[in-house]
């Protein structure tokens, strides 16, 4: 699926509006409970549209307003350029981490997926 912008007269009245896509994925980013994470592909999946790379994509333009740590890339690694802070984010959340091995990259730890994945459980009321 192709990104999602609104139509030229709509962000001519509205020049800061965002896309309907980009507010249903930040939604869905603030929904996320402390310490919990989504990945794109989840997030996606969650609203049934759009797939991991739009999901990424708004979170690129969008995502500063939200807490944009809990929606990952799912192979734990913390998100590149932005890893120090993302950490300091897991840690005050207590997020689950996996500690880096001795020939990981900049010995940054990875989330640990299997404990720190969120599926929306009892707490995603107005499921879309």
């Given at each position: 699926m192709s990104e999602q912008?609104?139509?030229?007269?709509?962000?001519?009245?509205?020049?800061?509006?965002?896309?309907?896509?980009?507010?249903?994925?930040?939604?869905?980013?603030?929904?996320i409970p402390p310490g919990r994470v989504m990945t794109y592909g989840d997030v996606a999946e969650w609203l049934e549209e759009g797939g991991p790379r739009q999901v990424g994509r708004v979170m690129a333009l969008y995502g500063g307003a939200v807490p944009w740590w809990r929606v990952v890339r799912a192979d734990g690694a913390l998100l590149p350029g932005h890893e120090l802070r993302a950490l300091a984010h897991y840690r005050a959340e207590g997020t689950p981490l996996k500690q880096a091995g001795r020939t990981a990259q900049g010995h940054l730890p990875r989330l640990d997926m299997r404990r720190a994945r969120w599926d929306g459980g009892a707490d995603a009321e107005g499921h879309t």
């Amino acid at each position: 699926m192709s990104e999602q912008s609104p139509p030229e007269d709509a962000r001519a009245g509205h020049p800061d509006a965002l896309p309907e896509y980009a507010e249903r994925v930040l939604e869905v980013a603030e929904r996320i409970p402390p310490g919990r994470v989504m990945t794109y592909g989840d997030v996606a999946e969650w609203l049934e549209e759009g797939g991991p790379r739009q999901v990424g994509r708004v979170m690129a333009l969008y995502g500063g307003a939200v807490p944009w740590w809990r929606v990952v890339r799912a192979d734990g690694a913390l998100l590149p350029g932005h890893e120090l802070r993302a950490l300091a984010h897991y840690r005050a959340e207590g997020t689950p981490l996996k500690q880096a091995g001795r020939t990981a990259q900049g010995h940054l730890p990875r989330l640990d997926m299997r404990r720190a994945r969120w599926d929306g459980g009892a707490d995603a009321e107005g499921h879309t």
